[in-house]
């Protein structure tokens, strides 16, 4: 199976238009390159740029929804989108990511769970998801998370629960704590011994540096690819049947006590 993680650059100075114009050109140029392609979280408006969350905000079916579906359609590929800012027309906004067929359908759509600031920006700007989601490929099963979410060990345990083999995490992770990035996407890898595709932006989020260096790990922990600080395609073949023999070849996730149900007595 062929990922390509698009880590785009999202600076000051381009509209949203452009962005989309942009990002769908990208997602058609992975066209025969690629069966999945993974777009960062809130490329649109860039992660921290918190008081453009309201004003460039968007039903589920709007602008960016209609421009990746038709991109997705277009390259005949399975597409993450990313992330957008959500407007719900009964509650607030969301974090939300989008998931497209090859035929451009959606395929599945994850509010994030994790809200990150604390008490400011993200954390009180938008609504938390409630809901696990994954998503069936013909060749794996991904679990989806983003960025703030890569923190909390307990989701990603329930997505391999659910099914998850490869799990998807865009992100507009800041460049101050990149070290933390590729140490907790390789530690989700290891303990779920699953892949994990992980796409970060690149440029300067209102005024926050961002991380770049997408990645991709393998279940054993081994990074596959990984890319620089700028805006590039990271692609990468890898083997969705690595899974299940490293379950196989070493069994822990069996080996699980807390989190389970008690026995009956």
């Known amino acids: 199976m062929r990922a390509s993680l698009i880590q785009i650059a999202v600076d000051e100075g381009e509209s949203v238009e452009s962005r989309r114009e942009r990002a769908a050109s990208l997602v058609r140029s992975q066209a025969g390159a ?9 490329w649109t408006t860039g992660a921290f740029a918190f008081e453009e969350f309201g004003r460039e905000a968007e039903p589920l079916e709007g602008p960016t929804y209609e421009a990746m579906a038709k991109a997705a359609s277009d390259a005949g590929l399975w597409l993450h989108a990313g992330s957008i800012p959500e407007r719900d027309p009964d509650g607030p906004l969301y974090n939300t990511s989008l998931v497209f067929t090859p035929t451009g359908d959606l395929a599945a759509a994850y509010r994030k769970v994790h809200r990150f600031g604390f008490d400011k920006g993200e954390a009180v700007l938008m609504g938390a998801g409630r809901d696990l989601v994954t998503v069936r490929l013909p060749d794996t099963t991904l679990g989806l998370a983003t960025c703030y979410d890569l923190r909390f060990p307990e989701l990603f345990r329930s997505l391999v629960d659910a099914g ?3 799990l998807v995490v865009p992100a507009g992770w800041p460049e101050r704590r990149r070290a933390h990035w590729t140490l907790l996407a390789r530690a989700r890898a290891v303990e779920d011994q699953a892949f994990v595709l992980a796409c970060g932006t690149a440029g300067t989020h209102a005024g926050v540096p961002q991380a770049g260096h997408s990645i991709v790990v393998d279940p054993w922990g081994e990074v596959l690819a990984e890319a620089g600080h700028g805006e590039e395609i990271l692609t990468v073949e890898f083997d969705p049947a690595k899974v299940a023999t490293t379950r196989e070849q070493f069994p822990a996730l069996k080996d699980r006590v807390l989190g389970l149900e008690p026995p009956r007595r």
């Open 164 to 166: 998850a083999e490869t």
């Open 34 to 42: 690629a069966d999945l392609v993974v777009l960062p979280e809130l």
